[in-house]
């Protein structure tokens, strides 16, 4: 069986699938990976089921050795990547020879994938392999570690997928029962607001920063807690928005200003720290509607998928590329030609 052997691993590097469902009156959140839409697009570039394990870095590096020959995919975050010190293509799966050293390094912030085929092979625990560091579930990936890598038939590398949700324009939410706790106004404040991210924020959660004065809702902080789920708002003591991400806990008592719809909830985690953030809200029949596009735009995500090296044969436009350079008319030279 193939391994990974971990030769450097900073913090936040895991071990991560579609996490654990069902245990939310247990007081244990779902977990798993944090952008589920990378997990998705990792599976659909290995031709392999979602319920596959993979390893997230959380805005930090990793370098592993592979003892056999592997396929991978590269998802979320782009990061600079080397194979025996070639670079390799973000958002593409890719095959590796037996003995490579993989480095992953410099992200922009944000969550990021290394996918294997056939996924890491590791023991579930409550029906996941994944670590939830908030509820003390497995632990961070360290420099040492062997992973073994499930027995795979090979399949198809050399793939790309171009179809990335843009991060640009608002993130749209939908009302929250909360939402009527706050005015008018600072529902109108909010929407007009740019935020951008803090750095303060882990797998539980994302801090917003703005410029001026925080938000507050007409009851104050007096509210009984209930249930949340990621992509919650909620607006903290200091009247600074937190984003709920994938280990939030499963109750919490401050108000809830929105939630982001899950189909955008990529695009956040996506978007570059110092990049502005916007929201607006939308009716909870539209965010259904979006829901269900998205549903269908995942469901044909393989129709996306290109070779990262062009057949000739199969590019209709091959003549409108300059091939060959340096070609000229053969009549625009300067003196005698020959």
């Known amino acids: 069986m193939a391994q990974i052997i971990v030769k450097k691993a900073g913090p936040g590097v895991t071990l991560q699938d579609e996490g654990r469902a069902g245990y939310l009156a247990q007081g244990l959140s779902r977990g798993g990976a944090v952008d589920r839409l990378a997990l998705c697009e990792g599976a659909v570039l290995l031709g392999q089921s979602t319920d596959m394990a993979a390893i997230e870095i959380a805005a930090s590096f990793l370098t592993i ?19 025996n010190g070639d670079a390799l293509v973000w ?9 490579s050293t993989l480095e992953l390094s410099a992200s922009a912030g944000g969550y990021s994938y290394l996918h294997l085929g056939g996924g890491v092979a590791a023991d579930d625990v409550l029906g996941a392999k994944s670590a939830h560091l908030a509820a003390g579930i497995g632990q961070m990936i360290a420099a040492g570690d062997r992973l073994a890598i499930s027995d795979h038939d090979a399949g198809r590398a050399g793939l790309a997928l171009a ?5 640009k324009g608002a993130i749209r939410l939908v009302a929250t029962p909360q939402t009527p706790l706050f005015a008018d106004a600072e529902l109108a404040r909010f929407t007009a607001t740019t935020f951008r ?4 924020g882990n797998r539980m959660g994302q801090r917003l920063v703005l410029d001026g004065g925080g938000f507050g809702a007409k009851a104050g902080l007096a509210i009984l ?3 949340v789920v990621p992509g919650d708002i909620q607006i ?3 009247g600074a928005p937190f984003v709920l991400l994938c280990e939030c806990q499963t109750t919490g008592g401050y108000p809830r200003i929105g939630t982001i719809l899950p189909c955008d909830l990529p695009r956040f985690l996506r978007t570059p720290a110092n990049e502005a953030i916007t929201f607006a809200f939308v ?28 057949d000739p044969h199969t590019i209709p436009d091959l003549l409108a590329y300059q091939l060959i350079s340096g070609v000229t008319r053969g009549d625009d030279l ?3 030609p020959s």
């Not at 050795?65 to 194979?83: H, Q």
């Not at 958002?91 to 003995?99: E, W, Y």
């Not at 991210?197 to 303060?200: E, I, L, Y």
């Open 283 to 310: 009716s909870l029949e539209e965010g259904v509607k979006l829901e269900l596009a998205e549903l269908v735009r995942r469901d044909g995500l393989r129709g996306h998928l290109r070779p990262l090296i062009r």
């Open 91 to 99: 958002q593409a799966s890719h095959a590796l020879p037996a003995g």
């Open 225 to 227: 807690s209930e249930t």
């Open 163 to 167: 179809a990335e949700p843009s991060t």
């Open 197 to 200: 991210k803090d750095s303060r």
């Open 334 to 336: 300067d003196g005698d």
């Open 65 to 83: 050795e592979i003892t056999a020959a592997v396929r991978i995919a590269l998802t979320g975050v782009p990061m600079r990547a080397r194979c």
């Open 236 to 238: 903290t003591g200091d």
